[in-house]
């Protein structure tokens, strides 16, 4: 039976060598790498399940509640998104630009503390659960748009040739799987902010104070808000939107990584050194 560290050193293992399978399968052309890519990733995905299950049982609650368990849950929501549009669209491509994303998340998780601590009263509510599970698999799906938004931009660059044709979705079709991969992303962002105003409003007394991470969230949903209404009014597709949606993942790992490392707020989770936030 693996542990949860043994789980999650395998799941990073797989990964690893899912992204190298990936890489050698798009510069060198070795279609078998592709294969072998995919399913690196869903053993790795398998894997770090099993480590998430295994902090939830030994925590007697789900793993959202600190740098750790969020970054190695936003991974996860990232494998779990990837995998699907790889079922459904079929192009092992998609690999080689978004497991270097689930990489850079579960590398970050890896540097932060594991250490269980209880939870604080103003995270014991159910809301919390609803709000985080929501923001990981809306953060998935901006990882995943991103990711399909930079294949975009680098196949506008590239020569047509018998391996783009066959193996890389034209531009068209990348441009429809990056809008309906921010769609998704975009619903449940929103759901995001209501139940995390619903949560402030039970925790704190007051539906919305500008805390750091509100206010970014509120700009990246701006942001997200008006690449879908200039595409939906203005028919804007193409580079500028691909663009937009690199930059609106920009403003998604600011919020999460910049805003609770460097900004002090009531999502800091450097609630070590600020508990006067959450008492």
């Known amino acids: 039976m693996f542990g949860e560290n043994q789980s999650f050193i395998i799941a990073l293992i797989l990964y690893s060598l899912s992204?190298?399978?990936?890489?050698?399968?798009?510069?060198?052309?070795?279609e078998k790498l592709g294969n072998y890519g995919s399913i690196l990733v869903k053993l790795g995905l398998a894997?770090?399940?099993?480590?998430?299950?295994?902090?939830?049982?030994?925590a007697s609650r789900l793993p959202i509640s600190n740098q750790y368990e969020f970054a190695t849950s936003f991974a996860w929501g990232i494998s779990l998104f990837y995998l699907l549009f790889e079922k459904k669209y079929r192009y092992k491509i998609l690999g080689a630009f978004a497991t270097p994303i689930i990489l850079i998340l579960i590398y970050?998780?890896?540097?932060?503390?594991?250490?269980?601590?209880?939870?604080m009263p103003a995270l014991q509510?159910?809301?919390?659960?609803?709000?985080?599970?929501?923001?990981?698999?809306?953060?998935?799906?901006?990882?995943?748009?991103?990711?399909?938004?930079?294949?975009?931009?680098?196949?506008?660059?590239?020569?047509?040739?018998?391996?783009?044709?066959?193996?890389m979705p034209s531009l068209d079709l990348l441009d429809a799987m990056s809008y309906r991969s921010i769609a998704v992303g975009f619903i449940t962002l929103t759901l995001v902010i209501v139940t995390g105003a619903i949560w402030a409003e039970k925790a704190w007394g007051r539906y919305w104070q500008w805390d750091p991470k509100e206010t970014w969230s509120f700009i990246t949903w701006v942001i997200y808000s008006?690449?879908?209404h200039v595409r939906l009014?203005?028919?804007?597709?193409?580079?500028?939107?691909?663009?937009?949606?690199?930059?609106?993942?920009?403003?998604?790992l600011f919020t999460y990584i910049g805003v609770n490392t460097i900004l002090v707020g009531y999502h800091s989770y450097s609630f070590m050194l600020f508990p006067f936030y959450f008492n």
């Not at 992204?19 to 070795?30: D, E, H, Q, R």
């Open 108 to 119: 970050y998780a890896a540097m932060q503390s594991k250490d269980i601590r209880p939870l």
């Open 233 to 252: 009014t203005k028919d804007w597709k193409g580079k500028k939107a691909a663009w937009f949606s690199i930059i609106g993942f920009a403003s998604i």
């Open 47 to 58: 894997f770090h399940t099993v480590s998430l299950a295994t902090r939830t049982v030994q």
């Open 226 to 228: 008006i690449y879908l």
């Open 125 to 167: 509510s159910n809301w919390i659960v609803i709000h985080v599970l929501t923001a990981i698999f809306s953060y998935g799906a901006f990882a995943v748009a991103c990711a399909i938004s930079i294949m975009y931009v680098l196949r506008d660059h590239l020569k047509e040739d018998t391996f783009t044709r066959k193996h």
């Open 19 to 30: 992204t190298i399978a990936y890489f050698i399968f798009f510069i060198f052309i070795k």
